[in-house]
C-alpha cells in the first residue's frame, strides 16, 4: 500500500433520481429527427435544383454536387424512418427521463439565456451573470463564492482576450460606459 | 536524410523560451481539458483555438499540438483514479488501472499509463518523420481526379468500417458535406442555399459547428449522470517511476504489438476508441493467465494506452501528408491551419518547410515535456475534480461562445453553435455519429472542387476516376470497403458453405 492514499469524495446532491418516468424513447425520437432531416434534404435538394443541378459548357452547374447529396441524406433519411418505426430495439430504450430532462434545461435555459443577454449587454457582462447565477441558484453555492468566482472568471477572460490578445467580444452599455 | 536535416532544424526553431513555455500552457490547458468531464480532445482544441489566432502560425499550431497531447494524458488521470474515462479512448485504461490504484497501486498505474502513452506516440512521430515526406512527394504528383478518390476512400470507409448503424454514417456524412456547400459557391460564385439570409452567405464556420457539437452537446449530455464520484488521490515518488521503467524491456512484445495496431488504426480513419479495445483484447489473448486480467495487471494498462496513443498521434499524418485527418481532433487542427491560410496537403511539405518541421519537431519535444509534466503534477490535477461541475459548467459554456464569436467576429454564430449543441445532443443520444460530419464538413469544399474539376478535366466523363492504375486502384478500394459489411457478410457464407463439417 502506498499511503499518500486519500479519498477523494465529490458529492451531487442534485443529481437525477434512477427511477423517474421516462419522457420519450428513442424511437419516437429517432422518428422526428428521421422526418426533419428527410424536410431539410427535400429543402435543400429543391433549393439546388433551382440554382441549377446539371450540366453546361464548363461543368457542373453550382447545384450538382449538392442536389446529389440531398438526395443521398433523402434517401438515408427516409431508410432511417422506416427503421425507426420499426425498431423493437429503439422502442424499448429512453431517450430522456423527467429527471434528466428537468438537469439538462436547467443548463440549457440559462445558455440560451446567456446567448440573449450577450446581445444586448455584451458578452462580460452576460458571462458574469451566467456563471454567478449558475453556481448560486443550480449549484446551491454560496453567495459570495459564486459572485467572486464569476467576477475573477470574466475579469480574467477580458485581461486575455480584449487587452492581451486582442480578440474583440461583442460589447454593451457597462463597457461603453467605461469607455471600452 | 533529407528528413533528419530538416527536423534539427525544427528543433533549432522551437528551442526558445517563448515556445517553449508556450508548450506548458498548452500542456496544462490541455491536461486540463482532458481530466474535466464534460470536455475532451477535440473540445479543449476547437475552444482554446481563438487564444491562438493572434500568434505566429509556428507559436500556434505547437500549443494546439500540446493542447492535444496533454488531452491525451489527462484522459488517463481519471480513468485510473475514478474509474471515469475522461475520452473514450480510455475505457480500456480503466479495466486494469482501477483496480491497481484500488490496490493502492495508483502511482505505479499512472506511470505505466504516461510511459505507455509516451511510448505509443514516440513510435507514431518516427512514423511521421519518415513516412510524412515521402508520402507527400508521391501525393504532389496527384491531379484532382486522384485527391477525389482518395476523399471517396476516407468517405467510403467510415461508412463501411463504422460500427454504427449504416444509415446514421451516411445521414451524418451527407449532411456535413451540405452544410459545407451552403454559401458562396468557390467556383462560380453564385450563392447556395442561403435561403436569401445574409448571415448565410459567409458559410457555416467548421469551428462553430464543432464547438457546438462538441463543448455545448457535451455539457448537456454531462448534466444528464449522476456526478458523484469517488477515487483515489495519489502522488508519484521517483523510486516507484523507476522501479515501473525498470520492468519496460518485460512487456517489450505488447508495446510494440500496440504500437503497431494504434499507428495502422490512427492511419485509416478507424480512431484511437478501436486501437485501445484491440490492443488491450490482442494483450490478453496472447497471455499466459488471462484470468488475471481486469484484476489490476500492469499490461492491461500499457497495451490500450500505447495504442490509444499511437492512433491519436499517427492520425496526423494522412493530415499532413493529405490534407484528411484520421481523427475529430485532426480535423480539428486541419481547420485551426485553415485559418491561418494553411493548405494542409502535400504543398506544405515544400511551401512551408519550416512550418511542418516546426511541427513535427514539437511533438516529439511536447511529449517529452508532457511526460515530465504529467509525472510531477498528477496529485494537482485530479484535484481538480473537486470543483464542482455548477462551477464549471457556466465556465465551459462562456468558453464556447467566446470561441463560436472570435472566429468570424458575427453574433449569428454564437446561435448557431447554441443550435449545433442541440442537434449535437439529439444525434449522440440517437446513435448518430458525430465523427463523419465533422470530417464531412472540413473536407466537403475540397472534396466538391476535385470532384468538379476532375469532371470539367475529363468533360463529364465518370470514367476519369478509372483512367489509370494509381486513381482506378483508389476508387475501386472505396467502393469494396464502402460495401464491405456485404461483402464480408458474403465470403464468411460462402467459407461456411465450402467447409460445413467444421460448423
Known amino acids: 500500500m502506498s499511503n499518500t492514499d486519500i479519498e477523494i469524495v465529490v458529492d451531487d446532491p442534485t443529481a437525477p433520481e434512477a427511477n423517474s418516468p421516462a419522457v420519450t424513447s428513442n424511437r419516437v425520437v429517432d422518428t422526428v429527427v428521421s422526418l426533419a432531416l428527410l424536410a431539410l434534404a427535400i429543402t435543400l435538394g429543391w433549393d439546388n435544383w433551382r440554382t441549377g443541378a446539371a450540366w453546361d459548357a464548363t461543368g457542373p452547374e453550382p447545384g450538382y454536387f449538392p442536389f446529389y447529396l440531398s438526395i443521398i441524406l433523402g434517401g438515408a433519411s427516409l431508410y432511417g424512418l422506416f427503421a425507426a418505426i420499426f425498431s423493437r430495439k429503439e422502442a424499448s430504450e429512453t431517450f430522456v427521463t423527467q429527471a434528466q430532462l428537468r438537469r439538462v434545461m436547467a443548463v440549457f435555459v440559462p445558455t440560451v439565456l446567456f446567448c440573449l443577454a450577450t446581445q444586448f449587454l455584451g458578452l462580460y457582462v452576460a458571462s458574469f451573470l451566467l456563471i454567478s447565477g449558475f453556481m448560486r441558484f443550480v449549484g446551491k453555492i454560496a453567495a459570495w463564492k459564486s459572485l467572486l468566482t464569476a467576477f475573477i472568471f470574466t475579469a480574467a477572460m477580458f485581461v486575455t482576450f480584449d487587452i492581451a490578445f486582442d480578440v474583440i467580444m461583442p460589447k454593451g452599455p457597462l463597457e461603453a460606459a467605461l469607455g471600452y | ?503
Open chain 2, 1 to 503: 536524410m533529407e528528413a533528419f536535416g530538416l527536423l534539427l532544424h525544427g528543433f533549432a526553431v522551437l528551442l526558445t523560451w517563448k515556445t517553449l513555455l508556450l508548450m506548458m500552457v498548452g500542456l496544462v490547458l490541455g491536461i486540463f481539458v482532458g481530466v474535466l468531464p464534460g470536455l475532451g480532445g477535440p473540445n479543449g482544441v476547437a475552444i482554446l483555438l481563438p487564444l491562438t489566432f493572434t500568434m505566429d502560425p509556428t507559436s500556434a499550431i505547437v500549443m494546439l499540438s500540446c493542447i492535444y497531447w496533454g488531452a491525451l494524458f489527462g484522459g488517463a488521470i481519471t480513468s485510473i483514479l475514478f474509474n471515469i474515462p475522461g475520452e473514450a479512448w480510455s475505457v480500456a485504461t480503466t479495466f486494469d488501472g482501477y483496480p491497481m490504484a484500488q490496490q493502492g497501486r495508483a502511482a505505479e498505474a499512472l506511470t505505466a499509463a504516461f510511459t505507455s502513452s509516451f511510448i505509443g506516440s514516440l513510435v507514431a512521430v518516427l512514423l511521421i518523420t519518415f513516412l510524412a515526406p515521402m508520402i507527400s512527394s508521391f501525393a504532389l504528383k496527384f491531379g484532382p481526379p486522384e485527391f477525389f478518390a482518395v476523399y471517396l476512400l476516407t468517405f467510403c470507409s467510415f461508412v463501411g468500417l463504422g460500427r454504427e448503424a449504416k444509415h446514421k454514417t451516411v445521414i451524418s456524412m451527407s449532411l456535413g458535406l451540405l452544410l459545407a456547400g451552403v454559401g458562396m459557391d468557390t467556383v462560380s460564385g453564385q450563392l447556395r442555399m442561403t435561403f436569401g439570409s445574409t448571415e448565410l452567405l459567409r458559410g457555416i464556420n467548421f469551428l462553430v459547428a464543432v464547438i457546438g457539437l462538441f463543448g455545448i452537446s457535451e455539457i448537456l449530455l454531462t448534466m444528464e449522470e449522476r456526478l458523484a464520484l469517488r477515487g483515489h488521490a495519489a502522488g508519484i515518488s521517483l523510486r516507484v517511476v523507476l522501479s515501473v521503467w525498470r520492468d519496460l524491456p518485460k512487456y517489450w512484445v505488447t508495446l510494440v504489438r500496440s504500437s503497431f495496431i494504434g499507428c495502422w488504426l490512427g492511419i485509416t480513419p478507424g480512431g484511437a476508441i478501436a486501437a485501445s479495445f484491440m490492443g488491450y483484447n490482442l494483450a490478453k489473448r496472447f497471455a499466459k493467465d488471462q484470468d488475471s486480467f481486469g484484476k489490476g495487471r500492469i499490461e492491461g494498462v500499457f497495451a490500450p494506452e500505447t495504442a490509444a496513443h499511437a492512433s491519436g498521434t499517427s492520425a496526423l499524418l494522412p493530415m499532413l501528408a493529405l490534407g484528411i485527418p484520421g481523427s475529430g481532433t485532426a480535423a480539428i487542427l486541419l481547420g485551426g491551419l485553415m485559418v491561418w491560410g494553411l493548405n494542409p496537403g502535400p504543398l506544405l511539405f515544400v511551401e512551408h518547410k519550416d512550418f511542418v518541421w516546426g511541427l513535427i519537431a514539437s511533438m516529439y519535444l511536447g511529449n517529452v515535456v508532457g511526460l515530465v509534466l504529467v509525472l510531477t503534477t498528477v496529485p494537482i490535477f485530479a484535484s481538480i475534480l473537486r470543483v464542482p461541475f455548477a462551477a464549471v459548467a457556466p465556465m465551459i459554456v462562456v468558453s464556447c461562445a467566446i470561441g463560436a464569436y472570435a472566429i468570424q467576429n458575427a453574433m449569428f454564430d454564437i446561435w448557431l453553435m447554441l443550435g449545433f449543441g442541440v442537434v449535437g445532443y439529439v444525434f449522440k443520444k440517437i446513435g448518430i455519429p458525430l465523427a463523419p460530419f465533422t470530417l464531412a464538413l472540413v473536407l466537403g469544399n475540397r472534396a466538391e472542387d476535385a470532384f468538379r474539376l476532375s469532371m470539367i478535366g475529363s468533360g463529364g466523363d465518370m470514367k476519369v476516376f478509372w483512367s489509370n492504375g494509381l486513381v482506378g486502384s483508389i476508387t475501386t478500394l472505396a467502393i469494396i470497403l464502402l460495401f464491405w459489411p456485404l461483402i464480408d457478410k458474403a465470403l464468411s457464407g460462402a467459407t461456411r458453405r465450402l467447409r460445413p463439417a467444421k460448423a
